[in-house]
């Protein structure tokens, strides 16, 4: 038997988690509510708050897998990347539990975890599968091709989906996290009642910042026409801003798809759960007859049990690192 205990801070939610012989058997995740106060992540902030989260987190996780820290096999954490204060304190942390319990120290890519999140549970991918990873920093297709063997064939070339959902949000006055308030509103919406330009971008690359533009300059026009518009019409631009930004990434998709004669799709990443893009990419694979693959809304945000997966392939590999490993905010792919 094989336990692997994970450590998730890439940003700002602590996170531990619990394999067992490749079974996810706990996953905790702490939340940090300060930054609602100030529209976004604040770094210094976020690492404050996972120092307080870590210790009780694990805890918690090792409580609700019903076993004891010394039978713990190896620690995984994520490396990278993410911000560099809050990556310190998982590392650090996973790094004294390491040294202290005389176990393996495994290292974890953050956007190599969300694919790998597809195999916690059933059913899961067949190699080579592709992948659409989506977050507040990241927008990448993935040529999937084993565990670790992985090949970015697109990716943004400025802003990612997530931000742009996030900074659409700030236009239309939502609180922050905003981007799942557009997914509510969307729901509510007329998906076609403005439309919003798609970049042409070569190859299978994507642009967003071209698209916040054009919605700052579209709602600073309608409010200066008509002041209540925002009031008035939120649904509605919640849906088309959405429909746009789901209709870019999954063009592009299909487009790879088609290129490297791919028939499972998958996505992962925070913006996975938006149901706009879940629906839409269900209904391109009965449209073109693809297997798609869509993580539970637990493993799509930031969290553990990703990373403990990750550690347990990694640790049937005897994949280890040195207690001389440091955090790494740009972690290459």
């Known amino acids: ?17 619990i394999c067992i012989d490749g079974k996810i058997v706990s996953n905790i995740i702490a939340n940090q509510t300060i930054h609602e106060q100030y529209g976004g992540v604040v770094p210094e902030l976020a690492s ?23 039978q713990i096999d190896a620690v995984a954490f994520t490396r990278g990347p993410g911000l560099l204060g809050s990556l310190l304190v998982g590392t650090c942390f996973s790094k004294a539990f390491a040294l202290a319990n005389s176990i393996p120290l495994i290292e974890v890519n953050h956007m190599q975890a969300h694919i790998l999140a597809h195999f916690i549970d059933e059913p899961k991918p067949k190699f080579p599968f592709l992948c659409l990873t989506v977050s507040g920093g990241h927008t990448q297709i993935v040529l999937v091709k084993d565990y670790f063997d992985m090949q970015i064939v697109g990716e943004t070339l400025d802003d990612a989906a997530g931000e742009a959902f996030d900074k659409t949000a700030k236009i239309l006055d939502l609180p922050y996290p905003g981007g799942p308030l557009i997914d509510k509103y969307a729901k509510e919406g007329n998906p076609n009642k403005y439309t919003f330009p798609e970049p042409q971008i070569a190859g299978l690359n994507f ?9 700052l300059y579209f709602v600073r026009d309608q409010v200066k026409a008509n002041p209540n518009f925002l009031q008035e019409n939120l649904n509605d631009v919640c849906a088309s801003v959405q429909s746009r930004i789901v ?12 290129e490297h004669h791919i028939t499972d799709l998958a996505i992962a990443g925070g913006v996975s759960a938006n149901s706009g893009l879940r629906k839409g990419l269900t209904d391109l694979a009965k449209e073109q007859n693809f297997n798609v693959f869509i993580p539970q809304f637990q493993y799509c ?33």
């Open 207 to 215: 642009s967003f910042s071209g698209l916040k533009t054009a919605i």
């Open 1 to 17: 038997m094989s336990i692997v205990l994970g450590i998730e801070s890439s940003c700002d939610e602590t996170s531990a988690s």
């Open 301 to 333: 945000t930031d969290n553990a049990a990703m990373i403990a997966i990750a550690g347990y392939y990694k640790f049937l590999n005897k994949d280890f690192v040195g207690q001389d490993v440091a955090p790494l905010a740009r972690m290459p792919f």
């Open 247 to 258: 209709s870019i990434l999954l063009n592009k998709f299909k487009k790879a798809a088609k």
């Open 48 to 70: 404050r708050v996972h120092q307080q989260n870590i210790v009780p987190a694990v805890d918690q996780a090792i409580n609700a897998a019903k076993i004891s820290k010394k």
